[in-house]
Each structure stands twice: as C-alpha cells, then as structure tokens.
C-alpha cells in the first residue's frame, strides 16, 4: 500500500519527513520551500489516490505561486497540529 492511498497514510508520512528534518536542523524556510516543491511535483506527476488529494490537486493547479506556498504551509502546520510532529 502506497502512503498516497489513504489521506491518513499521508499525513502521517509528512508528519515523519517534518519530524526528520526538524530534528537534521532544517530552518522552517527551507522546510517550507521543500513542501512547496513536493506540491509542485504530486501535482505534475502523480494521479489523486483519493477524494482529498484530488481536491488539494484542484486547489493547487488553480493557485498562484503565493497560495501555493500558502498551501503548503498549510500542510505543514496541518500535521504540526495533529499532534503528529514536535
């Protein structure tokens, strides 16, 4: 099972990357400039498993650099406040 099939798998997974980088010492810049180049690249190359991506897809192709990024700050603080990451 792929992390793309279940919007729960997907969260988590990113919860973990954040978890790693923030413990590498990654600043929340460039943490922010990574979520934003993973949209960019799932949203060019990777079918929707689910109704959620789907939408997310959606959102994204339909935004402008600034809400991309806005986007994925977004998610990011999504898995920060799920309690899934420090």
Do not use: C, H, P
Not at 38 to 43: E, H, M, N, P, T
């Amino acid at each position: 099972m792929s992390v793309l099939d279940n919007f729960d798998s997907w969260k988590g997974f990113l919860a973990s990357k954040l978890d790693q980088a923030q413990q590498q010492g990654m600043s929340d810049q460039t943490v922010s400039t990574l979520a934003e180049e993973v949209g960019d690249y799932l949203a060019a190359n990777v079918d929707a498993k689910n109704e959620e991506e789907a939408v997310l897809r959606e959102l994204w192709n339909a935004a402008s650099e600034d809400e991309q990024q806005a986007l994925a700050n977004t998610m990011i603080k999504m898995v920060k406040s799920q309690g899934n990451t420090n």
